[in-house]
């Protein structure tokens, strides 16, 4: 068992998770708890009894608000912060079984993927010493070949050519190869190809996702892996080897078993646009499968078995956190039995001025840092006076009252035409500071916002 592994479920406290988001998320202080109190519930339910935990099911979430506030980003920053395989996936995609389109199932398969990926990436660092040596060694009898190869006369010539190589030549290089000192040399190697094997397409049949992935892999499988001479860079060549070296070391089975046990205890899905499958049959029409997809979805949260690739995966545990506007639909809409499933339910607030003014310069990825950033490696300084920011904030709050409120974004859109110009010509303002002031935004943004039909889809 990997450490991250182990520990996903995580010891943060509530007020802990709350923290860590209050530095990216303005606001939604509900919001926030809810999301910290389920997270701390699975911790909780792995410290009780065994007979117990089982019986215990996780309290599934539905975060109700409009768009841009922060519900996608709050549920990807709890899953980063406890490091859970985490999908988001809009429940709109998705189609009554029989029709064409996406089965629900897909989303357990997808999620293993993440899983897998997880503990992939965990065990190629955990194993990466060992295939770095053997990357060396590769390479080494490449570079120096030993007495077999050289007396074949197939190695093919390396720095050490004229004889076969002295062990201690052999050491010696690698320090070479340690110090960086061969790193710009060229060298020719055998590696695996990308990719290698036929393209293998077949026709999407709706509920053969999961076969077709199968097969496709098997295939894939059985296909000789094909190997190929290339020429590259001593550097370039140990990064190379390395990766191949780190895939033969890392036990598939296990990762998928790990995997697995990751994504059934740990798992998170973020079910977007869960309003847009609310509602009740009427009376046929494009909407037949509204209520379907919801009954589709049924098992799934209530907890049973998907098979997939790497095993069956049991949902029982999985964390669903739904979102949606709910303008139209309400929750109440819902079949009954899916609202049982989530029964917690938490609205977010719709964003106003004071909150654009902390977003722009509070978090720790606040829009004007990043701008800052991206300026400074053109050499140029951009600052934004306060007033500058409140003048920002006040136009975002009143386009999104005058058109759509799409909350937060806006302040991309206004923020990107403002330093439009700026950002055209960086590269020719090299060494000077520029400041933002409110003069300055309104002599960009006039020109658009003085013009209603044109600020509408412009900003
Ligand atoms: N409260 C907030 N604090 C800081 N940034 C925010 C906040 N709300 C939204 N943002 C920013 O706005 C953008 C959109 O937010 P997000 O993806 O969370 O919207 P959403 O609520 O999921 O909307 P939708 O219903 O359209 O999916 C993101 O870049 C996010 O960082
Ligand atoms: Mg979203």
């Known amino acids: 068992m990997t450490a991250t592994v182990a520990t996903a479920a995580t010891a943060l406290t509530p007020r802990q998770i709350v923290e860590e988001l209050d530095k990216y998320i303005i606001g939604q202080p509900e919001a926030k708890r809810a999301v910290a109190v389920a997270l701390r519930n699975r911790w909780r339910r792995q410290q009780v009894p065994e007979e117990l935990r089982d ?11 409009p768009t841009g506030v922060g519900k996608t980003e709050i549920a990807r920053r709890i899953a980063k912060l406890v490091g859970a395989p985490f999908l988001k ?27 897998v990926a997880m503990v ?29 190869a050289a007396a074949s006369g197939r190695g093919p010539a390396g720095f050490g050519a004229g004889g076969p190589a002295e062990p201690s030549t052999r050491e010696k290089f690698r320090n070479m190869l340690r110090e960086g000192k061969l790193d710009e040399r060229q060298v020719e190697i055998e590696v ?17 996702e999961q076969m077709e992935g199968n097969l496709r892999e ?59 499958i609310a509602g009740r049959n009427t009376t046929g029409g494009p909407d037949v499968s509204r209520e379907g997809v919801q009954r589709d979805l049924l098992p799934i949260v209530e907890g049973s078995t998907v098979n997939t690739k790497y095993g069956p995966v049991k949902t029982d545990h999985i964390l669903f956190i739904a979102a949606g506007a709910f ?26 001025r004071e909150d654009f003014v902390r977003i722009l310069t509070e978090p720790e990825n606040a829009l004007i840092k990043q701008y800052a950033e991206l300026l400074k490696t053109e050499g140029l300084t951009i600052t934004f006076t306060p007033a500058a920011i409140e003048e920002l904030a006040a136009i975002a709050a009143d386009m999104n009252a005058r058109g759509e409120n799409i909350g937060a974004r806006r302040l991309h859109t206004i923020l990107e035409k403002t330093l439009e110009e700026v950002a055209f010509e960086a590269p020719a303002l090299d060494g000077q500071t520029i400041e933002v002031t409110p003069a300055y935004i309104r002599q960009q943004l006039d020109p658009i916002l003085k013009n209603e039909d ?3 889809y412009i900003l």
């Not at 995609?93 to 029989?98: A, P, R």
């Not at 190929?228 to 296990?254: H, S």
């Open 55 to 65: 019986e215990i099911l996780p309290k599934n979430l539905t975060l109700i608000g």
């Open 89 to 115: 996936i809009e429940a709109s995609k998705f189609t009554e079984v029989g029709y064409v389109g996406r089965d629900v199932d897909s989303i357990i398969r997808d999620l293993a993927d993440v899983g």
């Open 120 to 148: 992939k990436r965990e065990q190629r660092e955990s194993v990466k010493a060992r295939a770095r040596t053997h990357a060396e060694d590769r390479l080494l009898e490449v570079l120096v070949p030993s007495q077999n």
């Open 192 to 208: 695996a190809e990308r990719g290698g094997g036929i393209a293998f397409e077949m026709l999407p049949v709706a509920g053969m």
């Open 218 to 276: 098997m295939l894939g499988n059985l296909m000789p892996k094909r190997k190929k001479r290339r020429k590259m860079t001593i550097a370039e060549a140990l990064q190379q080897l390395e990766q191949e070296e780190a895939e033969k070391l890392i036990d598939m089975d296990e990762v998928g078993r790990l995997a697995i046990r990751h994504v059934e205890q740990n798992g998170i899905v973020f079910l977007d646009e869960i309003d847009k």
């Open 327 to 352: 303008h139209v639909a309400k929750p109440s809409d819902m079949i009954p039995e899916l609202q049982g499933r989530f029964p917690i339910r938490v609205e977010l607030k719709p964003l106003v």
């Open 454 to 456: 044109l600020s509408k």
